[in-house]
Each structure stands twice: as C-alpha cells, then as structure tokens.
C-alpha cells in the first residue's frame, strides 16, 4: 500500500486527517494539494460533521519545507490552502501534539478550534530563517490573542507551551490520554455549540504610541542586524491600520521578498549546516557509550561553566580542585552561576536542585565510577600529562578521557595512556554554560563508539558540534589568530583600533577584535607566547607583549588597548596605549569602515579555505558553524565561507 503525505479515516462522523510527511511532517506541495483535496471532499461528504486535523508520529507540524524555499513558489500555496480550511462548511479541529511551528501554528489558526497535548509547543520561529510569517500569522495571531501576547511570539521567536496557550485563548482545551479519541470527543461536543468567530473575523485593539516606541527598542537590541524581525513589526502595524486583508496581503508581500534575500540564504545554509552537524552520516551506525555521571578536573572559569552546563542536561557532576581553598571558591562560583542560571529562568529554586548532585573533591580517586572525565586545568603540557596519568590510573578502564585544551595536540596527552583510543578533545567555549559551540577533536586512535558519545553529548547539552583535525588552535583559535592578525596589521599600518572595532561592529559582530581582546584578558595570550618562547621557539614580539607587560592586560586591569573606568565597560581611546606602540605605528590613514570589514572577513575565508584544504575542517559547513557559535561571526551573514561564496556570485 502507498503511504500519502496525508492520511485520511473517519469515527464517529468525524474526520481524521493525518500529515505524515517525517520527520517533522512539514507542510511542502504533496501536503498541500491533499489538504485542498480533503476540504473539498469533506465539504461534501453527508456522513461528516466536522473534521480533526492531526500530524503523525511525535510532532503536529513543524513547519513549512524549507527545502521548498529556493525554488518558485507552487500553488495551492500555504495561504490558499489555509483559507480554503478557513472558509469550510464543516468546522475543523487542529489537534496540537508535539511542536506546531511557523506553518503549523498557521494552518491552526486556519481552523475553528484548536486542541493541544499537555506536550505541545507553539510558535512563529521565521524570523530566525530571515524571514516572517507567511501564511497569515502575522494577522490572525494577533487577532486571536492580543497585539502584546502575539509580537513576541512573532518578532522575538518566542514559544508557547500548552498552559501557556490555554490561558491567552490560542487554544481551546489541553486534552489528556489518547489524542485521536479526545479529538473526536472535542469535536462531537462543540458540535452543539454555535461556532467562533474566525481569527480574521475579530476585532483587534492597537497599542499605545509608547508601547509600540517599546517593541521597536527591544526588536532592535534583539534583532542585531536580521532585518526579519523589523519586517514582522511592519506587517503587523499594516494590518492593525489597514484591516486584515491588506494585512494579509502586505505580509505576504514581505515574506515573498525576505525569502529570496541574502539575509535568508545565509540563515537557510546555518539552519541545515546546524541540523547534519548534530548526527554526522559517518557516525550514525555507531552507538553512543551511556553517560551518566561526569567528572571535571579544574574548577577555574571554564571548569565551573563545564560543571554547569552538565547539570543543566541532566548530568551529576564531581569537580576536582587542587585544596581546600579552591573547592570552597570554586563552590562559592558555580553556586553564583547556577543561581543566576535559575533566575533567568524564572524559576530560583532549582539553582538548589543542580547543586545537589555536585561533588566537590580535592582527591581524584573520587572520579573512579565516572563515566566521563574533562580535564580543564591550565593550559600547560606537563601540568596536562600528569593529570592524565594520574586520569588512566584512577578511572574505570572503560571511561572516557576528554581535554578541553585550546592548542595543544591531545596525542601528547595520549601518550603512555593504558587505552589511547578513550581520549579525545573536547572544547568548550567561554562561558561554557552558555557559548553553543563544541569542537570535538579526535587522535587517529579515538575510537569510533568514544567519538559518537562526545557527539551524543552536545545534543544532550544543547551545544553545535564540529569535529576538528589536530593543529594548533584547531579551528575556531587558529582562524582567531589570523583574524586578529589581520586586524593588527590594519592598525600598523595607521589604521585607527576604533575605526577597525567599528566596522566589525557595524558588519555585524558584538564586538571588534581589539575590544575582545581587552575583555578576555590580553594577558591569556602573553603567557602562552611566553610559554613557547620559554620552550625555544622563536614568537616574534607582539604588541600585547609590551601591553601586558606595561601593567594593561584588558578591562580587569582598568586598561589594554582602550582605557576603562571602574564599573565601566565602555572602551575609550586611550592616549597611554598610543605612547607605548608608538614605535610600531606607521602614519594615520582613513579606510572606508565596509573595506575593513571585507578585509578583515576575507582573511578569515582564506584561513578556513586553507584548514579545510589541510583536512582539519571536513567542509565550509564546519568553519562557518564555529565561526558563528564560538566567534560573535553574524547568523544572517552565514559564517566567512557561505559570505565570501555569496559576494562572489
């Protein structure tokens, strides 16, 4: 028998209409044209009362097909298909199980009621793609639930849960047990009640002026540079003023423009990089090994934030510190973390929960039933070996050895090991509870089960993986270098640090190369130039040197390459940094900031092109997901490979 996108039956006078298009049942032109068909053949069928729209397997809808999106548009399109639903004479019931996102949540506001499962999660994620809402939510959303209720849903990507939606009126009835048979109950039982309005047949109140003035200052501290977000405020604001018609009509409009943007392409290519990264094909034949209890060895900075992001996917966590005095400090820090974690959250009282399932320890014979250790002591190769050592004696033979090194080549580490292939690198990025990039960096005598469960683990911690080949600095830190390399000679050659942060800020970064420095610490680098310099290598003098060594090492001294004031983080050039790089410095110039900043971008595509020409990088996939979630490079511009292959086309 051919499985069809949609899946038709009948109980009890009721339709049943299923989408089963899997993975995530997105609504491409099969389902379309079943849906227009099923409408009309419901419509005219004398033994059904009303119709039950359903999705198959674990979600409802997950949203339009994006892989329809670089191709023209082919009708019966989603808004066609949602009005031909809209304007049906038997009512339909948009039963939610799952998530119901961006076109699901559409096609349900197509519908006379709307059901969910105490699961179900409901939102308008588009603007994260570069685009809004295309379908109407932009119009029957608001109408629905109220202009302040809709736009953060619309605008700023947030999702409802099941309560969440009962209480705003976006859906009628969380229902329990059995899906399909609460359904059909719902729909038998609304049947004698007369039937509601349609979203766009009711009314809809604006804002106040200054809520508006509001919505327009968060969308742009939020929006930094998709220009998604702005347009969905612009297609809400048509129809609030123009009635929902035109509103439609404008929305649409605006979405048909965004979807062939550039903003777009780029947000299109993260959004599948991001999806292959988490299950490489190579690994999915193999099985993850379980992970159940973790250890951590160093409790400075990054070891806390690795101990906090473990406890919050689940994962009790022993951290081992030198003494007594650094597990007190080191409780004291990740207690503060969790803490505030769990404000954030709206929810205070699980910072105590978190912190139940921590040991604290100064004896690493206490990580012996772990499953998995990460080492995140000071980066130092001897330091390194010894805790390694004192790791393979200590441990279960069958754990996982991970460093969280930034440079250095883990075979070192593997060296002497009883069982080379359980160690790995795994690399987090400051703050680890928060930055979403995992570099994941095997020997070639890692084995294949301890690679699949270091990837198994960044989808457990919500993290994007790559995997990297050995050289110093891997992906992320060797680019990194050659960035801020970049930058230096920009400014050797007269032009201005300000000049260059601002053009990185106004391509899109948080940050210019300059102002991460100083908020890093200037003085990280310097110990490691002085680390190699120690060993013999010859490291050319850097002007970081004579920074450090001036008593600037950043904002935590009250000054690097800019001058700060106690309590303020805001750069201001500084005259002291000027005298003591004089000597380096050649005549000021101007450079158009967009010149800077493609300057600066293309000697960050050249060093990705060379490490994934030197195999260390599978792709440009890899460079670009490291550049986007370790470095500040901006979602909607796609990562260095994706931009520089866009300006060349």
């Known amino acids: 028998m051919t499985r069809t996108a949609v899946e038709y039956a009948h109980h009890q006078r009721i339709a049943l209409v299923t989408i089963d298009n899997p993975p995530v049942n997105a609504i491409n032109l099969a389902v379309r044209n079943r849906l227009m068909e099923l409408v009309r053949e419901i419509d005219l069928d004398p033994a059904i ?15 339009a097909d994006i892989n329809e999106f670089g191709r023209p548009v082919e009708a019966p399109t989603l808004p066609e298909v949602i009005a031909r639903i809209e304007g049906a004479r038997k009512p339909w019931v948009a039963a939610v199980h799952g998530v119901a996102l961006g076109g699901g949540l559409e096609i349900t506001l197509g519908c006379r009621y709307r059901i969910a499962s105490p699961d179900a999660k409901l939102g308008l994620p588009e603007v994260n793609l570069g685009i809004i809402p295309g379908a109407g939510g932009t119009q ?15 605008a700023e990507m947030k999702t409802l849960a099941a309560k969440a939606a009962l209480a705003l009126g976006l859906v009628d009835s969380v229902i329990e047990g059995d899906r399909t048979a609460a359904a059909v109950a719902f729909a038998q039982t609304v049947l004698a009640k007369p039937l509601p309005a349609l979203c766009i047949e009711r009314p809809l109140t604006d804002l106040p002026s200054e809520t508006w003035s509001e919505v327009g200052r968060r969308i742009e501290k939020a929006a930094k540079g998709n220009p998604a977000p702005h347009r969905a405020i612009e297609a809400i604001r048509h129809g609030v003023g123009h009635g929902i018609e035109a509103g439609l009509k404008q929305e649409r409009a605006i979405f048909l423009e965004l979807r ?32 159940n209890r973790a250890g951590i060895v160093g409790g400075g900075t990054m070891g806390v934030g690795i101990a906090a992001a473990l406890r919050g996917a689940g994962l009790p966590v022993i951290l081992v510190e030198r003494d007594a005095e650094a597990v007190q400090r080191t409780g004291e820090a990740l207690e503060n973390l969790l803490a505030a974690r769990a404000r954030r959250s709206g929810d205070p009282a699980t910072a105590a929960l978190l912190m139940r399932d921590v040991t604290l320890t100064t004896s690493i014979d206490d990580l012996k039933d772990c499953d998995l250790v990460v080492e995140a002591v000071f980066e130092d190769l001897a330091v390194k070996r010894d805790v390694f050592a004192r790791l393979d004696a200590g441990c279960r033979a069958d754990a996982i050895l991970a460093t969280n090194t930034s440079y250095l080549d883990p075979r070192r580490l593997a060296d002497g090991l009883r069982d080379p292939g359980r160690l790995l690198g795994i690399h987090f990025f400051s703050p680890a509870h928060i930055m979403k990039l995992l570099e994941i960096v095997p020997t070639p005598d890692t084995r294949p089960e301890v690679l699949a469960t270091a990837f198994s683990l960044a989808q457990r911690l919500g993290k994007i993986p790559v995997q990297s080949g050995i050289c110093e600095g891997f992906i992320g830190n060797r680019i990194l270098r050659r960035y801020r390399g970049e930058a230096e000679a920009l400014w050797r050659s007269g032009i201005a640090i300000e000049a260059i942060d601002g053009a990185m800020r106004a391509f899109g970064f948080a940050m210019g190369p300059f102002e991460v420095q100083d908020l890093a610490g200037l003085d990280i680098s310097y110990l490691q130039r002085e680390a190699a310099r120690a060993r013999g290598e010859t490291v050319p003098e850097a002007p970081g040197d004579i920074l450090v060594r001036a008593g600037r ?3 935590k001294s009250g000054g690097g390459w800019y001058d700060y004031v106690s309590g303020d983080r805001t750069p201001r050039v500084s005259p002291e940094t000027a005298r003591l790089l004089s000597s380096l410095l050649n005549e000021r110039r101007e450079m ?4 800077i900043a493609e300057r600066l971008v293309a000697a960050m595509a050249d060093e990705g092109g060379a490490i994934i020409a030197e195999g260390i990088a599978a792709g440009p996939n890899e460079v670009d997901l490291v550049e986007v979630h370790g470095y500040g490079f901006p979602r909607w511009k796609g990562g260095p490979m994706f931009y520089r292959n866009q300006q060349a086309s």
């Open 592 to 595: 158009a900031s967009a010149e």
């Open 140 to 154: 029957r959303l608001p109408r629905l639930i109220g202009l302040a209720e809709a736009i953060p849903v619309i």
């Open 49 to 63: 009362d009303a119709a039950v729209l359903m999705g198959a397997g674990k979600v409802f809808v997950g949203g």
């Open 260 to 291: 062939g943007s550039r903003e777009a392409a780029a947000l299109r290519h993260l959004f599948f990089a991001e999806r292959a990264a988490m299950r490489p094909a190579r690994l999915r034949e193999i099985a993850p090994l379980p992970l």
């Open 553 to 555: 090492k950043g904002q």
